[in-house]
C-alpha cells in the first residue's frame, strides 16, 4: 500500500470527526423556537409595554413574531425574518433598515441599523436559561445610545 492510500484511510475517520462536531454541537443548541409571555414583575422597560414573542429559529433562519400591548392597552404586532449571517432589508412602515443575525454559542444576537437619519440601531441578545424555560432578552439601544431594556419571559 502507497502512502497516499495510507494518509488517505487515516484521514478519512478525521474528516468525518470534524464535519460531525458542528451538528454534535447544535444538537445541544438552546431551542428558541416557541411562544414566549413577557414576565412583567422580572423585566425592565422604559415604557411599560408587555410583549409577547413568537420565535421559529433553526441554524439558518430565524423567523419572529412579536406583539406588544401598551401601558394603554393597544396591541399592534410586526413579523420579520433574517437568515443567519446575511444582512436582510427589514420593512418599518415609512421606511427601511437592515438586520442581522447570529448564534455566538448559546446566545442568538440580532442587531438593527443602515435606517435612514434620526433611525434608531438596536441590538437583541437573546439568551435561555439552562432549563430552557426562560427566555432573557437584552435589548441594547447603540444609536442613539440610551439605557439597556431586560426582557424576561417565560416558555408558553
Not at 447544535?26 to 409571555?37: I, L, S, Y
Not at 415604557?47 to 401598551?70: N, Y
Not at 441594547?140 to 439605557?147: Q, Y
Amino acid at each position: 500500500m502507497c502512502k497516499f492510500h495510507a494518509r488517505r484511510r487515516r484521514s478519512v475517520p478525521l474528516l468525518a470527526a470534524v464535519l460531525l462536531v458542528p451538528v454534535i454541537m447544535r444538537a445541544d443548541a438552546p431551542k428558541f423556537t416557541g411562544t414566549w409571555q413577557m414576565d412583567e414583575a422580572k423585566s425592565q422597560v422604559a415604557d411599560g409595554r408587555v410583549v409577547t414573542l413568537v420565535l421559529d429559529a433553526s441554524d439558518t433562519l430565524v423567523k419572529i413574531t412579536q406583539t406588544i400591548k401598551t401601558k394603554a392597552g393597544q396591541e399592534s404586532s410586526t413579523q420579520f425574518s433574517v437568515t443567519m449571517g446575511k444582512e436582510c432589508d427589514y420593512n418599518e412602515g415609512s421606511h427601511k433598515s437592515k438586520l442581522v443575525a447570529w448564534y455566538a454559542g448559546p446566545s442568538l444576537n440580532i442587531v438593527k441599523s443602515d435606517g435612514p437619519p434620526g433611525d434608531i440601531a438596536n441590538q437583541w441578545v437573546l439568551q435561555l436559561s439552562p432549563d430552557q424555560k426562560t427566555l432573557t432578552l437584552t435589548f441594547s439601544h447603540v444609536d442613539p445610545a440610551g439605557k439597556d431594556e431586560t426582557l424576561v419571559f417565560n416558555r408558553k
